[in-house]
């Protein structure tokens, strides 16, 4: 089903991607995208309503999002910053908890925001609900990620963070423990543990588990380095 289009941005990770965001009720008729190859004289009479620009934008916009941990304090900072530049826009935010699973539901509907955190979803239906930003080759000279979020070279989102995934470990700790060398193995791994648990206050090993999503994605992203075989994946749906 083809519902009303928006503009998108994205979140990526350096090894996996996370999800995308959106924008705008209607298409700007005066915007055209990088790969526009008509010249001004050309659009001009082609759409002669184009290029009268309307002197103020005003409205509502609404942000739908799944970061509660941001409408205090981040979020109302970006909200200063755009009102700067669009005074007269009203940016409200709407959370979700379950956004993954709510999300899609309401993209099935015409009312699923203005601007929102895309779920995962088939490059192939982006036009459907987003509208497009410009093309990929001229987008990556100022953004990076541009693959995570594109169609056949057409951008329908910006990324706006990237991460990398990894295991941060405090040398001091290791020292206080006896360990002289990073451990090669799960069992060596294991021992080390043991050791902190033993000779010092530390604890010895912290994850995300309690939020549930890191125990999937944020362990399954980095595995081809870990196992040093980016082929994991392959093998183990084998198994």
């Not at 979020?75 to 935010?93: A, R, S």
């Not at 070279?153 to 006896?178: D, S």
């Not at 050791?195 to 010895?204: D, F, G, N, S």
Request: proline residues 6%; charged residues 20%; contains cysteine.
């Amino acid at each position: 089903m083809k519902t009303r289009k928006i503009v998108a941005l994205v979140l990526v990770a350096m090894m996996v991607v996370s999800v995308f965001a959106a924008c705008g009720k209607t298409a700007p008729a005066a915007s055209a995208s990088p790969s526009d190859t008509s010249t001004p004289s050309e659009s001009a009479s082609a759409t002669p309503e184009a290029s009268a620009a309307p002197a103020t934008i005003k409205g509502e916009i609404t942000f739908v999002h799944n970061r509660t941990d941001r409408n205090e304090t981040t979020f109302p900072q970006y909200i200063k910053k755009f009102n700067e530049k669009y005074p007269d826009i009203t940016v409200k935010l709407e959370t979700m908890t379950d956004y993954e699973g709510q999300i899609k539901i309401r993209m099935g509907t015409a009312d699923y925001g203005d601007v929102l955190l895309a779920p995962n979803m088939d490059p192939a239906t982006y036009a459907d609900f987003f509208l497009p930003l410009g093309d990929k080759e001229t987008l990556s000279q100022q953004y990076r990620f541009m693959n995570k979020c594109e169609y056949k070279g057409t951008v329908y989102g910006l990324p706006v963070f990237g991460a990398a995934n990894g295991i941060v470990y405090n040398k001091r700790i290791f020292q206080e423990a006896g360990i002289t060398a990073l451990p090669k193995s799960v069992d060596e791994f294991i021992a080390d543990l043991k050791l902190i648990k033993e000779k010092t206050k530390a604890i010895p090993m912290y994850t995300n588990y309690a939020a549930g999503w890191p125990l999937g994605g944020q362990w399954e992203g980095p595995r081809g380095s870990f196992t040093n075989d980016f082929d994991w994946q392959t093998k183990l749906a084998h198994d």
